[in-house]
């Protein structure tokens, strides 16, 4: 084939007003490649355009408000192994009235000229399974309001948002707009990732960056219409002010819809325009850092990040305890078991024995254990409230708890804590109901440590003083600590048998 130019017509659709770039329309980055992939398809040999590869967001096509049609085209040439595809514009500068062609978008389909070094499908999938670390969650409306203003039509993350330093996760819709059909399938939800990464660079970068282009891209099973779809970004480095980050789009059936790797984002405003105050406010110290100081590996998730389809990652073992519980149950049990077979991955650095082959639970079906050969993660331990799962690992007995703070706690307080608890728990500067949660949480803890039952805890365990980050404890007239730290309602307990 030889170089091709296609005329096309833009229909400016009212949607396309609320994608709006310093107050003026512009039309977004996945609708550019989406008519790219269709003038492409249309040709004699077409290549495979579900697969893309160097793709560049040049400059802004701008949508005047007056034109119910744009006018641009469509350059085709081949290359080696694919067809590049560029988007142009045309212009005439001034009263000279001399003619210029712009490049907006450009882009390869077909074959890459590099082999794909990315992780089986598998795997991938597993990395969207929950998000780990103690992060921050806010709402889509939130997200709309402050972060990526953009209108109504382009408001398509739904539910919460959850950031932390892992990546972020959501579900998004795919807006039911009257695009033209494209052999890409419904772009907007790839254009709710891309608000997502946006957000993260606002949260763990302080910039306000935007989509200047991809590495490779696959659309494995073209998104629907009217459906709706777990999205997760995983942050690939920074290059100068350049992030990168990869995305991962998964159907509610947990099958790959597409992947957009090696995503760049940059800054386009030349600074004019910064992250709102709130995203980088509150400190991004780890709350956690106090308790990853006597343990050897920790992992923290929060359960509203859990996927649907995370129970693939089980081993027959771990299935058969799962397929007996209740829903709740079910989805409490698998936290901590995505916990544990994160904290394997972490320890082991191993992202290539797929989760289906990690075991977390003992042959009794209750006490957890993690398949690592390290003696320094000999021991282990998880626990989970509404909100988080932890697990953790050490080379001595270690316990773990995690109890969001309730007053139930203290109406229950009697049958866990003994006199001198009591009063220890009433004249606690932390206030009767955090007093109260930390020594439950240590008694649990302890438990765990020594593998004796909870009840039995309660008798043999007595909290002697309760301080900012640690507990003093007795058991059997022996003196230990357990550190004690606070997210958000939540408290976090860890019990070793190390001194």
Not at 18 to 39: M, N, R, W
Request: aromatic share 10%.
């Amino acid at each position: 084939m030889n170089q091709k130019k296609i005329p096309l017509d833009i229909p400016n659709s009212p949607y396309l007003r609320d994608h709006k770039f310093e107050g003026k329309s512009i039309l977004p980055a996945v609708e550019s490649i989406q008519y790219l992939a269709t003038c492409a398809s249309d040709i004699a040999n077409p290549p495979n355009v579900l697969f893309s590869h160097n793709a560049r967001f040049n400059r802004f096509l701008p949508l005047p408000p007056e034109s119910s049609i744009v006018k641009a085209s469509v350059e085709l040439h081949p290359t080696k192994n694919a067809i590049k595809a560029n988007l142009l514009s045309h212009t005439k500068a001034g009263k000279t009235g001399i003619s210029r062609t712009l490049k907006h978008v450009e882009v390869s389909f077909g074959s890459s000229t590099k082999a794909s070094t990315h992780d089986p499908v598998d795997l991938l999938k597993e990395r969207a399974v929950a998000l780990e670390g103690v992060g921050i969650r806010f709402s889509s409306q939130k997200l709309y309001k402050d972060l990526v203003p953009f209108g109504p039509s382009f408001q398509n993350v739904t539910g919460p948002v959850f950031l932390s330093e892992a990546g972020a996760v959501a579900k998004i819709f795919a807006a039911e707009h009257r695009t033209p059909w494209g052999p890409l399938g419904n772009v907007f939800v790839l254009d709710g990732a891309f608000h997502l990464a946006c957000a993260w660079g606002q949260r763990y970068e302080g910039l306000l960056t935007f989509p200047v282009g991809y590495g490779e891209r696959f659309v494995n099973s073209p998104c629907k219409t009217g459906e709706k779809y777990w999205c997760r970004i995983l942050p690939a480095g920074k290059k100068g002010e350049t992030l990168f980050f990869h995305i991962f789009i998964f159907r509610k059936d947990g099958i790959l819809a597409e992947a957009c790797m090696d995503t760049e984002f940059r800054d386009v405003s030349s600074g004019r325009i910064t992250p709102a105050e709130w995203i980088r406010k509150d400190s991004l110290e780890d709350p956690l850092a106090r308790l990853r100081d006597v343990c050897t590996g920790l992992t923290v998730l929060d359960l509203d990040s859990m996927c649907d389809f995370y129970d693939y990652i089980f081993t027959s073992h771990e299935k058969k305890r799962w397929s007996n519980l209740g829903p709740k149950r079910a989805r409490d049990f698998g936290s901590a078991r995505i916990a544990l077979k994160l904290l394997t991955r972490q320890l082991s650095d191993d992202w290539s024995t797929p989760g289906s082959k990690i075991e977390t639970l003992a042959e009794d079906l209750v006490h957890p254990i993690l398949s690592s050969s390290d003696d320094s993660a000999r021991y282990c331990a998880a626990s989970h409230d509404p909100r988080f799962a932890i697990a953790v690992s050490s080379p001595y007995p270690i316990g773990i708890d995690v109890e969001m703070l309730s007053e139930k706690v203290i109406r229950s307080s009697r049958l866990f804590l003994s006199k001198k608890e009591q009063e220890l728990v009433s004249k606690s500067v932390l206030g009767a109901t955090e007093a109260a949660v930390r020594v439950w949480t240590v008694k649990e803890a302890a438990a765990k440590a020594l593998d004796i039952s909870l009840a039995k805890a309660f008798d043999l365990i007595q909290v002697i003083q309760i301080a900012g980050d640690n507990c003093e404890v007795l058991v059997e007239n022996q003196h230990h600590k357990a550190f004690c730290a606070k997210v958000d309602d939540h408290v976090f307990t860890i019990f070793s048998m190390r001194d």
